[in-house]
């Protein structure tokens, strides 16, 4: 069974449901945590623990200068920009590179090729029994988020749980990370900001054909807005987690509310009954 | 013009507080843009009137034709993205996944796939009693984020003219979106807030913005919920060079704010002290008077 944490709004708390989560079925199962959040993955802050690290490569074109004729076909193929074909000399953009592979296909010389180059790596670790962390992280100054992601969530593949934390937002990364989701966690905050991106996330799950329910985070009473549109979408309410300084104070150093207060494992527990409802799987 | 982009990537830090309460007290000539076009939230804010709509249209999208298609498959061999999926016992693809590099067309020998565009969003501009806004919609599940916010940036910069300063809302993380945001500033404000997760996604915000030989700000948001952390932060920004030019308490103002739609600064509190002490103190690092 594979469950997604998503949000539209960043900082409603998915990391946290995510690793408090985990850590609660870790008591009595084995769980992957896979974070998909690649361009800021924080989860391996609340795991600490020694990696095994496995680069993610993407393949881009390298020109071999003694076939090519510089008749520039490649360079007019490419939607992305990534090859720019002079008189006498072609330049490469790898960074802008999509891996589409029709540089190749197109070249009537033969003379492109493809290497492979780094975007980023796979950090795996088991930090406490029957959880194993695997952790996508983007290099800086790439862009190729989702496919770090792939290689992240293939390396759960096996797994007979996993949780994939996603990254915030609307586009594509999302979408990489919902890909073979049995159910979506959606966790919002009761804000005017929290309901708008709630109501573009819920958009987004339901393209993909994902079920999904919601987690209210930070609640300070006043979810009447939130709670309309959840009834009025058919979402079911997961799980709602109170504002207080408490709660803040353990997260902020990097704690997990399962383990540090009491009470929080059972409703974490509670919550994964939940989800294994609206998946309508065996987990 | 001075062009400063509002950032933090870690989400949720209160990027969008924080610009709203700029743009609100910044007293100069100003042009408004929201480059979080995954999730624009500033609009909630200025209740902006709407100037001009127009589409967005991203790289085009592959299209089959079922007339032509002979069901060899040769497309679906070559598709990187399992962009061609089977549908009611025909090829059809799925948008989602298709990434517009036409490798399908090439391939196929009926001449069966077309490349058709695709709007992927509306791009706005809007008048605020704070200055022009620019902004857009990105529609759910589309791509070309980034694209997106290069195209935002562009009309913000048409409605610039006499300003003294342009104000950005930028994305969270530092992807395509972040990168285009940042490309072409003079400025970053990075909103960050007392947490591991936070300062941790400070250090890989800074990396990646320091590739772009912009000025590094940063403010410290709830300051007051983990000193510790919070002293962390100010050691790390020391130690790189970075100003810290703002800290912001713990304030309920500010959610009662956000609840009403306007900008924290529009009332007396703690916060909007702090913000004003931001804005003094950025705006005379960045000689705006």
Redesign the interface.
Known sequence: MKITIAS?????GK?TVAANLACTLSRSREVALVDC?V??P?LH?FFPGSTVDVPVTTPVPEIDLARCTFCGECGN?C??GALSVLKDRILVFPELC?????CV??CPQKAVREVPRTVGRVACSCPIPRLTLISGV?N????Q?PAVIRAAKLLAEGHPLALYDA?????????ETLEGSDACVLVTES???GL??LR??A??VE??GISAGVVINRS?G?DEETLEFCRERGLPILMTIPFS?EI??V????GLICRDLPGWEERFAGLFDAIVKIAGVNP | MIRLAVV??????GK?MVAAALADISGVPQVLVDCDV??A?LE?LFAPRRLTTEEFRG??AARIDPERCRDCGICVD?C??GAIVRNDDTWTVDV??C?????CT??CPMGAVRMEPRVCGEIYTSVTDRGNLAHAR?F????N??LLVTEVKKRAMSLADGADLLLADG?????????ATVSGMDAVLIVT?????AL??LE?LV??CR?FGVRIFVAINRFD??ED?CARIEDYCEREGIVVAGKIPFDPAV?DA??S?RPVTRSESAATDALRALRNSLFAELGLK
Do not use: W
Not at chain 1, 140 to 143: A, I, R, S
Not at chain 1, 167 to 175: D, L, N, T, Y
Not at chain 2, 8 to 13: E, F, L, P
């Open positions: 539209g709004k960043g900082g409603t990391s959040d361009e800021e924080n802050l193929f939607r992305f999509h891996s589409c592979g029709g296909l197109v983007l800086e100054g790439e862009v988020a990254s915030p937002g609307i586009a594509c990364p999302v979408i804000t005017p900001f708008h991106d573009l996330a958009e987004v393209r993909v300070d006043q300084r803040a104070a997260q902020n150093r990097g | 933090s990537g870690k989400g949720g830090t969008t995954d999730a939230n909630l790289l085009m070559h990187r993205f989602l996944h990434e517009g590099c036409g490798v090439y391939v990105l759910p599940g589309s791509g984020s980034g994305p969270p993380g530092i992807g395509c979106p972040l990168i807030e007392p947490g591991v997760s941790h996604d890989r990396t990646v590739r919920l983990a952390i959610l956000v609840r739609g």
